[in-house]
């Protein structure tokens, strides 16, 4: 169904499925720059720099993650008032010192600076691309909208990693890995530059018009929707992200703890395969099924939530996502390896776009962006803390009671999501969303 706005902003995947697919591409892209990162740079801190210490090790993920989850809250809330565009042209010019750092550095430390600008890069990319497509489509189609999405982005880490390994067997860590991103940020730069449209009118289009179905009478409807929304203050909104609506404070969590079990992947997995006795190109391969299967199971569990709900897949998924971490220390078998790295994938993907559809469904249009942006300031935290957290218990007991205590953390998120949070979806929840209910929340 055509859903149209001011100005001729009509919202819709099939309306508007040319700038659809260039956010897609776009994501895709940022994918695959930091699928570079996760098979290409564990191993530099030990053979070219002489790293033993797995907690040191690791602290590229911890800044990556600390950047990250800081500017996701700055992105969502400057996207609302500036534009998405502009934003995501900012985070590619983040990227360029990244990967130029790395390929010069001749210290540890100097990987981590770089990784603070790669943090930038992806907070200010990936937030402003996934709230681009959501801003096309409106509330149709919404979960298969952040499916295809995060599907983009996971089978670009994929790629990503799949090329890094390879070009790491072939010609050594440096340079050939950050050549490749680097080119990969340039045409990303350039495709955000030409062809990509700012998409925050639409999202104020669908504002006006919720504004105009809640209106309780006839002159606030005729009002409306020549009014510009109103953005809450920020320290409100993250109170109500974060606490006052529990629902969205189960949600917050479960995108933290989910990076917990992704930072295992990203940072700890090569280290413990290779000493394990897989090869990095075969680590390669493992973490690219690992993200191929999150990445194009994304596309069905988004459209299996449009149908279903939010609440089933985001939980179950959640169990599995344990269930695969799981696997890596319940056996040494290299097959049994592959299918933990293949049920994970499957447990992300029903849970990773989901969170953020819940977010958006909740979330008023008018302030969606900061609502993503502290989320994801939340589950992009996940990257700072959980290296640390795990890095600490790997230091003491060793790699494996690191991704035991992963498998631990991951299935307690699940039981909180079972308690806390409620159905979502717009078609099938029982309830307004909170801040529906208590206004002053979210006042401006």
Known sequence: MKRSGAAGHRLGLRENLWQFSIFTAITLLIGVTIGVERVALP??????FGITSVLYTVSFISAFGLVKSAMNLVAGRLSDRRGRKAILLVGWA???????LIIVATAWW??????????????????????????????????????IDESAGYVGVGLGGLAAGLLVSADGLRPSPYLLALGVVVLGALVTAGPARETLPFAHAEAREQAARLAPTLDEQAASPASRP??????????????????????CQAGLLN???????????PLYLVRRGMGLAEVGLLVGVYAWVWGLGQVAAGALADRLGRKLPITSGTFLMAAGLALFVATSAH??????AALMGIGMALAYPNLITAVGDTADPAWRG?????????RDGGYAIGP????????????????WAGVGLVGASGLVLLVWLTETDPKRRRQPPAWQQHPEWVAP
């Open 335 to 340: 097959p049994v390896w592959f299918g933990g």
């Open 110 to 147: 100097q990987v981590i600076v770089a990784n603070l600008f790669l943090g930038v890069n992806q907070a200010l990319t990936w937030t402003m691309s996934v709230t681009a497509k959501i801003d096309l489509v409106g509330p149709t189609n919404r979960g298969l909208a952040v499916g």
């Open 388 to 403: 640390l957290v795990l890095g600490g218990i790997a230091a003491a007991g060793g790699i494996g009671a690191a991704i």
């Open 94 to 100: 983040f990227a360029l010192p990244y990967a130029v």
């Open 230 to 251: 109103a953005v809450p203050h920020l320290r409100r909104l993250a109170a109500y992200m974060s606490w006052r609506d529990r629902s969205m404070l189960a949600v």
């Open 370 to 378: 900061g609502a993503l942006g502290v989320y994801r300031l939340w």
């Open 259 to 269: 990076k917990f079990a992704d930072s295992l992947v990203a940072a700890f997995f």
């Open 43 to 48: 191993p530099l801190a030990r053979h070219a």
